[in-house]
């Protein structure tokens, strides 16, 4: 922090007067003042970095002065200044907010010290605060879920009405539906969003593995298990336990799922005595939990433990929609500086896509455009194969009239027609046919097709 504002408040004018000097060398900028009841008057009027109080003062004292800046300025770290006979009157304060304190008589290195250490410990806190509020605005259910159709807007109501409970939910939809995103709006919309959100994916852990990961060990309970170990309930202690894809979990592990969420305790490996956990567990799935309850392969108990308020994502494909939303927001997104416009066409295909993969597969292709882009306008012929093979707008330049057509006829129509729609470029027009340059340009001298525009 670069020449901090400092407030000084002691009622010895000496003892003011070389503090004031010590930080005014040492690059802080220093307000100084002789009564508490001044201190009060300069935090209502000016923003203060740190605040340096005696704390026995006529009047208005130093605990006056530490709870109006813990009031006016939460943000400003409070160093308290006190004889040695009033240390325990300085940690009592110490407990009602302030940062530290120096005892007199101090030399100027201990009090710069102390302010330092203030300092850095409210930047820190100040960034904490700043980055939690960057994820809290990044995982708001409008920002996690985007979407307009009537199938988004009802997921978010559905998110905005449960984040606030401790409900335990269960979140279902295709791969790449967005259901982490979900699961971490919930989080950030609840009372807990001050503690930890764990994240497990139970089918991308060894199941011989998979105890400990959720539940920990104690030294010695197996082969390698050389140290204690915090499973990952209790470090979701206090806050949520995302459970991805809890339709892989084994079935030996299914009943003691259950038991932790009928008792809220869990047993390390090795250990006999259950520790008392406080989460709240959401789990997600893209499989059928239903049909793998018929099969034997998922528990009914526990099916109903976790399915307390279902919340089910739907495909891309069913809300095309929301994709010129999302397709405005990835391109942004990956290009922040370059914005990149669409053309109707494009457009169009991208919305009649199949996206099997959702929106993580658009975001995908949103990013791929944004990082080989050739122009600031996204066209038809940009697309990948991928979207141009599974768009029905997309997939023919031609059609065959009824009457029937030569396939010399058809192939010449074909070039034309790709030629026009690409605006005569012969590079594009290649790719939309996907054919070799050379070939197109083959093709287009031997049926008499002349180039209309230079590359």
Not at 20 to 48: M, S
Not at 81 to 90: D, E, K, M, Q, Y
Request: with cysteine; net charge neutral; aromatic share 4%.
């Amino acid at each position: 922090m670069t020449n901090p504002s400092v407030l000084l408040v002691d009622d010895d004018e000496s003892l003011r007067r070389v503090v004031q000097f010590n930080l005014d060398e040492d690059g802080y900028r220093t307000d100084a003042v002789a009564t508490g009841a001044e201190a009060l008057e300069r935090l209502r009027e000016h923003e203060y970095d740190l605040v340096v109080t005696d704390v026995q003062m006529p009047g208005v004292d130093g605990f006056a002065v530490l709870d109006a800046a813990r009031r006016l300025q939460p943000g400003a770290p409070v160093v308290l200044i006190t004889a040695f006979a009033s240390v325990g009157a300085a940690v009592e304060a110490m407990k009602r907010g302030a940062y530290d304190y120096v005892t007199k008589p101090f030399n100027r290195d201990e009090l710069k010290l102390v302010a330092a250490r203030a300092l850095r410990s409210s930047a820190l806190e100040g960034e904490n605060r700043r980055l939690r509020g960057e994820l809290e605005e990044r995982y708001r259910p409008e920002a996690a879920f985007l979407g307009e159709s009537p199938a988004a807007k009802a997921v978010l109501e559905r998110v905005r009405a449960i984040a606030p409970t401790e409900s335990t939910v269960l979140v279902t939809g295709e791969s790449g539906t967005g259901k982490e995103l979900i699961a971490r709006a919930l989080h950030f919309g609840s009372p807990r969003r001050a503690s930890a959100m764990i994240t497990v994916n139970c089918g991308a852990i060894p199941r011989e593995l998979l105890e400990s990961e959720l539940f920990g060990h104690v030294r010695g309970s197996f082969t390698g298990a050389v140290r204690d170990k915090v499973g990952k309930f209790e470090q979701a202690s206090g806050g949520t336990l995302f459970l991805d894809e809890i339709g892989d979990l084994p079935r030996e592990l299914q009943v003691k799922l259950l038991r932790v969420l009928q008792e809220r305790e869990i047993e390390r490996v090795g250990e006999g005595k259950p520790r008392r956990v406080d989460v709240r567990l959401i789990a997600a799935t893209h499989r059928d939990l239903e049909a793998m309850i018929e099969s034997g392969e998922f528990r009914e108990d526990l099916y109903y433990r976790v399915n307390v308020i279902p919340i089910d994502l739907p495909p891309l494909r069913e809300r095309a929609g929301d994709i010129p939303l999302l397709v405005r927001h990835f391109l942004r997104r990956a290009a922040p500086t370059e914005p990149l416009d669409v053309s109707a066409e494009a457009m169009d295909a991208l919305q009649r896509a199949r996206w099997r993969g959702n929106v993580r597969e658009l975001m995908n292709v949103c990013e791929r455009l944004a990082m080989l882009r050739r122009g600031a306008r996204v066209e038809l012929v940009d697309l990948p194969a991928s979207v141009l093979e599974a768009s029905p707008a997309a997939a023919a330049v031609v059609n065959i009239p009824p009457e029937g057509i030569s396939l010399d006829e058809l192939v010449r129509t074909a070039i034309a027609t790709a030629l026009e729609r690409c605006g005569g470029n012969q590079s594009r027009a290649a790719r939309l046919l996907r054919v070799p340059r050379h070939i197109l340009l083959y093709r287009m001298e031997k049926y008499g097709i002349p180039a209309r525009s230079k590359e």
